[in-house]
């Protein structure tokens, strides 16, 4: 069983962590927290030592105390891998995470041993500035106006899904959206619009797995096969009957898929 840790300074942010070995890093997306990686945790631990975060403003980490840019999640990843006295890590990132992964390789290539980008993109370039603004008040108008992140929950995991019907991983993406924290949950949101990643994907040098769900709808596969077709030597593999939380709604599939993935580059 995991063990969680919790790293200063503030904002303190709690870990989940297990294993020995190679440090492997998983990264939830802006709806989720470390819970979400509890299927797959167990798996990595037989070879690594793996460990999942809450980022700040979510579940056990402490809130920010001012406004959140997205590279402070970056810069929230160098304490990580600072605590664990690694010089490198296998980052796992899925949708919010898998940004904060590039962003983290931008900063540091040398400290990034391998990148799995699941289920994510590279960013709002696509839209305009006032898209952009009305990405976020769509998203933050039912949260304004009093309802609490229990309250949105059912809804948004049913948008996330890839099949309804898969009751113990919607049961599962409910929870996660239950435990949101508005406030922390808004800046995420706004910080990550804000953030363009596109220009970086072209200097990516590590070894590099892109993973998508095929009933995503949120990031489909034709945004994984774009980004795999950007990164020199980039694997890409699609993940049968999951949607946009692959790793929960196909946890043997992806648990499977990405050690394969590790096991390569550690011989």
């Known amino acids: 069983m995991w063990t969680t840790t919790r790293i200063g300074p503030s904002p303190a942010l709690a870990l989940d962590e297990m294993g020995r070995g190679p440090l492997v890093v998983f990264l939830h997306g802006v709806g989720g927290n470390r819970s979400n990686w509890h299927d797959n945790l167990p798996a990595f631990a037989a070879y690594f030592h793996a460990v999942a975060w809450d980022a700040r403003g979510y579940g056990g980490s402490e809130d920010p105390a001012g406004p ?60 305009s500035a006032e898209d952009r603004a009305k990405f976020i008040a769509k998203r933050a108008e039912p949260l304004l106006a009093g309802k609490t992140p229990a309250d949105i929950a059912p809804r948004l995991a049913r948008t996330l ?21 508005t406030a922390p949950y808004l800046a995420a949101i706004r ?41 020199a030597g980039a694997k890409l593999a699609i993940i049968e009957d999951a949607g946009h939380l692959s790793n929960i709604e196909a946890p043997e599939a992806f648990n499977r898929v990405v050690l394969a993935f590790l096991a390569e580059i550690e011989g």
């Open 68 to 127: 959140v840019a997205f590279t402070d999640y970056r810069d929230d990843l160098f304490r990580v891998l600072d605590h664990f006295g690694a010089e490198r890590a296998h980052l796992v990132g899925l949708s919010m995470g898998g940004r904060i992964a590039l962003a983290f390789h931008a900063a540091a290539p040398e400290r990034v041993a391998s990148l799995t980008l699941c289920d994510t993109h590279l960013g709002f370039r696509h839209l």
């Open 161 to 181: 899904i890839g099949d309804p019907a898969h009751t113990e991983a919607l049961a599962k993406l409910v929870a996660s959206m239950e435990a949101l924290r």
């Open 191 to 231: 910080a990550s619009t804000e953030e363009d990643l596109d220009p970086l994907v072209e200097g990516v040098a590590v070894p590099t797995l892109v993973l998508a769900g095929a009933l995503d709808r949120v990031t489909p596969p034709s945004l994984a096969e774009a980004i795999v077709a950007r990164i």
